[in-house]
């Protein structure tokens, strides 16, 4: 899965709480034989693709397509179904639904007493419709046919203005409360995720996050709309409609209410089957959002790689399996429907029977079973509309499950200590703001392994001093575990054993707006720029500077010359990733802003990792300028790659399968031609070969 990259930057900046075509393939592209198969409990209808079309029964399995290029087959690219984890849902109950329309409360109520209204006004108007037809069956001739009218049609007409008027009440307030509803859905969800810790980052897929904020909040609304209005102004007028039932005629009644049962026996047996389909569906969908996601995110090495037409077919693969589910999903619903239809469709058949057997009898009269049948036909149609609706409660079901997820998630980082109303957090505050207070470092046998590879330990009784206001680089080969020390520094990760020590004091018991927010920078190889103005990227290292102090930040960091004379506006041009964006940035000028805003939030400690590693000589050079008058006066710790950018560090520290080797100053570890010695040296034949 994917990390979400921009959450280190957000993380490390503690803002978080601030408001803030192509066809598809033809047969001949897809080749689908039955190579793959996924294990599935019981009756499953999938259409066929690999040889003629059709419907396909299988008891057991269900045949997924193989997908290849010109290069060969991609079983290798492609994930086996069996391999996929099956999403398990969190369960809900409806105190969650309400604790969400509390706030609107009187409106809901208000939709809630208009639909019923137009549901009874709906059970009415037949029973007036009959007395319709006894008024006129009474008539003899066409003076007295038109007088007797007037009564029952001006009584019909106010209930049909009645009924448009509530009608229009229910929907318009319904559609309010179910707006706000889902934008306080969406402000939770988002505040959710902004205070999860990374290790959720690790696990989650930013295209799944963003495909709970948008699609599933706009699926539970629409189905929670339609509940309301259709479903409860359905069941309304089924309850109402049989109390009027028996009022007209109770054998007629008893005859319809023995027939329903059968309808009941239907929705039950195919209800869980139609819902497990459903979530499956969902989820294959957000895999192939996934795939999207993942080629979006990383064109640069898709296009250097010419994977464009593998990561399409990977892409075609995984929305084939979703058509797949979707319709046999579709063909379940519509089964469910149809047999619904014709169950309801024999009842009227049924009451038709006996009640023209209770007319030749005299037993109702032309009027009461005309009202019977019209009546009926509103079950019917209420029912027909409760079927209809179960597609989307499913739909809704699974969507509220997994936003349930993210809101009950729980972060593995403790912040218990920032509770901004009491007296010791303030008394922490005032202490860390002392502009004079240079922390130290020290992590003392810290034990490390990522919440996603527990197996796989990164760092291993690892004991490392930064002294207060010292430099210090941390070197050593790829994978040995520098840049994780900076990730446990910020907190990002809380280490398996051992302690982390600032200023004496355990980092678990400084709140994390402190730590990120006001006592460490932190400045990455690739920097985030938001898509916003250059201004408000540097004010986002202190969110109340004045536009003084930003630019006095942006001149220290070198950036103040770029940024008036080559961008088209200046400190006001809008940059970063979105549509609107009008200017492109450099790597070296996208760092500079970055050193701008730490310098800007003023932090007494500073974390460089691996800042100037991808960047050109000239580039480096501005930014290592920059970084000179950053440095100065903190406590900075730099993970190095180029190692001829550490040699005028207070302390060089060697760091090898997750533990330190080797410390001292570059002329100390020259000296002794260990594990520093040797990395230099190899580094320099690079060079030299480049």
Request: aromatic share 8%.
């Amino acid at each position: 899965m994917l990390r979400c990259h921009r959450c280190w930057f957000i993380k490390s900046f503690a803002f978080s709480g601030s408001p803030f075509p192509r066809p598809l393939p033809s047969f001949k592209q897809l080749i689908l034989p039955a190579n793959r198969y996924a294990l599935r409990r019981g009756l499953f209808l999938s259409l066929s693709l690999g040889s003629v079309g059709g419907f396909a029964f299988s008891k057991v399995k269900l045949t997924l397509p193989r997908v290849s290029c010109n290069s060969g087959p991609l079983d290798a690219v492609l994930p086996d179904p069996d391999d996929l984890v099956e999403e398990k849902l969190t369960k809900w109950n409806y105190g969650d639904i309400f604790a969400l329309v509390k706030p609107d409360l009187l409106e809901f109520f208000g939709a809630i007493l208009s639909a019923i209204a137009a549901a009874m006004l709906n059970v009415y108007i037949p029973l007036r419709l009959g007395d319709l037809v006894n008024k006129l069956s009474d008539c003899f001739n066409q003076k007295e046919r038109i007088t007797v009218l007037y009564g029952p049609a001006l009584k019909l007409c106010f209930s049909y203005t009645l009924q448009a008027c509530t009608t229009f009440l229910y929907i318009g307030l319904l559609a309010s409360v179910g707006e706000r509803m889902a934008s306080r859905l969406r402000a939770q969800l988002f505040e959710r995720l902004l205070h999860q810790d990374m290790a959720y980052f690790d696990v989650h897929s930013c295209s799944k996050l963003l495909d709970e904020i948008a699609t599933d909040v706009q699926i539970f609304k629409s189905s929670f709309k339609q509940c309301v209005s259709h479903g409860l102004r359905s069941s309304a007028q089924i309850v109402g409609s049989i109390y009027a039932l028996f009022t007209i005629s109770t054998t007629l009644t008893y005859t319809l209410l023995g027939s329903l049962p059968c309808i009941f026996l239907v929705g039950t047996l195919m209800g869980a089957e139609l819902r497990r389909q459903s979530v499956e569906a969902r989820l294959q969908n957000s895999r192939a959002l996934t795939v999207a996601e993942e080629s979006l995110s990383h064109m640069r090495t898709v296009k250097s790689l010419n994977l464009e037409d593998t990561q399409y077919l990977r892409f075609c693969a995984e929305l084939d399996r979703g058509r797949s589910l979707n319709e046999k999903l579709g063909y379940g619903v519509g089964c469910f429907q149809g047999l619904s239809n014709l169950a309801l469709n024999g009842v009227v058949l049924v009451v038709l029977y006996v009640g023209g057997h209770l007319l030749s009898r005299n037993e109702i009269n032309p009027g009461a079973l005309m009202s019977f049948l019209a009546t009926t036909q509103t079950v019917q149609r209420s029912l027909a509309q409760l079927s209809l609706l179960y597609a989307q409660v499913l739909r809704g079901s699974v969507a509220f499950s997994r936003i349930q997820d993210v809101l009950h998630s729980t972060s593995l980082i403790d912040n218990t200590h920032q509770n901004m109303a009491d007296a010791s957090y303030k008394a922490d505050r005032t202490r860390w703001s002392k502009s004079d207070f240079i922390p130290g470092i020290s992590l003392v046998d810290i034990q490390f392994a990522y919440p996603s590879r527990k197996d796989a330990i990164v760092l291993d009784k690892l004991n490392l001093t930064i002294p207060s206001g010292s430099v210090v680089a941390l070197v050593g080969k790829s994978g040995t575990g520098k840049s994780t020390v900076v990730s446990l520094i910020e907190r990002f990760y809380d280490p398996a054993a051992g302690r982390i020590l600032l200023g004496g004091q355990d980092l678990r018991e400084i709140p994390l707006d402190v730590l990120r927010g006001q006592l460490i920078g932190y400045i990455s190889q690739e920097p985030q720029i938001f898509n916003t103005t250059v201004r408000e990227n540097i004010r986002f290292g202190r969110l109340n500077a004045t536009d003084v102090e930003v630019e006095a930040a942006a001149r220290l960091a070198n950036a103040h010359d770029f940024i008036v004379n080559q961008l088209p506006a200046g400190y006001e041009t809008r940059v970063g990733q979105g549509a609107d964006s009008v200017a492109g940035l450099s790597g070296g000028q996208r760092q500079r802003i970055a050193i701008a805003r730490v310098l800007l939030k003023n932090a007494p400690i500073l974390l460089l990792d691996e800042a100037t590693s991808a960047l050109d000589a000239e580039s480096e050079a501005q930014v290592q300028a920059a970084l000179s008058r950053v440095m100065q006066d903190r406590t900075v710790l730099v993970i190095a790659h180029r190692l001829s950018t550490v040699r005028q560090a207070d302390l060089i520290i060697v760091m090898d399968k997750g533990r330190t080797v080797e410390h001292g100053t570059h002329e100390d570890l020259m000296a002794r031609r260990g594990a520093y010695y040797e990395l230099v040296c190899r580094q320099e034949n690079r060079d030299l070969l480049e």
